[in-house]
């Protein structure tokens, strides 16, 4: 239901050629599902950082393709540049973004790595979470020596590549090896000061960054044994940090790599930097994102500032992604849009517009058209979205009734449950009709042989089948949903009794409507022992849906 969403950042040995640039960036975006996110260039390095997102799979083929095409333009042999670097794609991450693990990730780094070796005769290494073995984990370690040493490297048994040849050969000359991984997001962040002292800045970097600053007596550095100069550590843990002046805004800026955000996240990065700075008399004003954001990270900023103001975090993710860009100033040097700097919304940009994204009358005027769809099934499926949403603003407004402060983690967890209901029947609202469009397009297929026909039979069956699947889905997920309804009309507020017994009401509609989807759609399905099964489910769902509107008008007639 939720899409997997992976980040890679190739890093390419070239960053003069603008040509070469575009031709090795643009290959991944014929990967349908992929959006080219960035290419970003520098001369000095010679070296081109590119970002793209998309699926897992996608994800792995766009950036074999973009391996396989950098390897054909960029020889290796003739390079040269600032940045250390061992190959044409130097170096290729892959990021978890949404709805999938570094476990996983690390996986699909696996499976491209095998493929590049395999299919391309390109050797390399996997570091960080896809390492081997723990030696192979820096990826500095691994480049050591670089591209002018990979011949004496590939001679010794230790630097066996995880992938590809063991051998120095034509290949490696021309394309040298490559590093592929699986890591964390990377946050570039800067907290802005009401200051231009860069002194200032440094001092409060120091403060928050995990490497601190060198420990002084006297003025002079402290050193160990080792003649290395000690250090205090900072507060946060994977963040480097320095100050500096920012001329085109005139103000001083605390300037972060957030080098893994489930550790330290944007939010603790600007609440630290923020108490550092009032301690040594300045303020923060704002803060700045380079780059973009997964949604993850804007969403837990608010229920970070949410739960210190003892506010439901039980609310939409527009109004959260809201708090967010207010409470770190995002917005302070210029805007900032949501659409364009978070992740998966810069994904959805050009995707079809769907059932859920129309105006309300848009919706209606959708539905009352001779188009077939949406039908009843995506009309039950929004009904229940609705519903549960009325039980929902009821623990929204419980939480923040005068004098119940004691409870609002109680209102909040009740308001979070119903908005996962929501994005669940939201999101079946264009699964109803997707479902019904299968069918449709079994019906289009060809039947002009007898192997033809039994695809298309089952093309049917199998369409059919989904059909029935997703309004069983809307029942389940309605029926469960009037527990949000029914316990704000017991603890909630009692002046909104009526709001809570009219999204029962939805969610029972919403099940009723479904149920009809289910046995109107099971008697076309061959498989009468799904069919048979499914809808003697469905009934069940039912008639625990009836009961729950019997003890809610029970509610209402004793209290109103």
Known sequence: MNKQLIECVPNISEGRDIDKINTIANVVKTIEGIKLLDVDPGKATNRTVITFVGEPEQVVKAAFLLIQKASELIDMSKQTGEHPRFGATDVCPLVPIANISMEETAKYAHKLGKRVGEELGISGYFYEN??????RKNLATIRSGEYEGLKEKLSKP???PDFGPAEYNKQVSSSGVTAISARDFLIAYNVNLNSTSTR??????????????????????????????????GKLKAVKGIGWFIEEYGVAQISYNLTNISITSMHEAFYETDKS?????????????????????????????????????????????????????????????????????????????????????????????????????????????????????????????????????????????????????????DEDTNAFNKIIDGYRMPKTNSEEIEVRKQAIEDATIYATEIPYKVMEVAANSIEVSLKMMKIGLKSSLSDAGVGILCAKTA???????????????????????????????????????NEMMKIINENI
């Not at 120091?206 to 550590?233: S, T």
């Not at 302070?332 to 978070?342: A, C, M, T, V, Y």
């Open 511 to 549: 099940v009723t409507g479904a149920y009809f989807n289910v046995r109107i759609n099971a008697k076309d399905i061959k498989n009468r022992e799904f069919a048979e099964e499914i809808i003697e489910k469905a009934e069940a769902i039912y008639q625990k849906t009836i009961v729950l509107e």
């Open 200 to 233: 200032r800045a440094n001092a409060i970097a120091f403060d928050i960054r995990e490497n601190g600053r060198a420990k002084l007596v006297d003025r002079k550095k402290v050193l160990d044994k080792n003649g290395e100069p000690e250090r205090i550590p």
């Open 130 to 135: 896809a390492a081997t073995s723990e030696d």
């Open 158 to 160: 230790k630097w066996k």
């Open 277 to 429: 700075a009032t301690e040594r008399g300045l303020r923060v004003t704002g803060s700045e994102l380079v780059g973009l954001v997964p949604l993850q990270a804007m969403l837990d900023c608010a229920d970070f500032y949410l739960k210190k103001q003892q506010r439901s975090l039980g609310i939409s993710d527009a109004e959260k992604i809201k708090i967010a860009i207010k409470s770190l100033g995002l917005d302070d040097l210029k805007p900032f849009n949501p659409q364009e700097r978070i992740i998966e919304y810069v994904m959805n940009s050009d995707a079809d517009k769907k059932l859920i994204d129309f105006t309300v009358s848009g919706f209606a005027e959708e539905t009352a058209s001779e188009s077939m769809a949406p039908g009843g099934g995506s009309i039950s499926a929004y009904v229940g979205a609705l519903g549960v949403s009325l039980g929902t603003m009821v623990a929204n407004i419980s939480s923040h009734k005068a004098g119940w402060d004691s409870q609002w983690e109680t209102f909040s967890k009740w308001a979070e449950k119903g908005q996962k209901y929501k994005n669940e029947l939201l999101f079946l609202v």
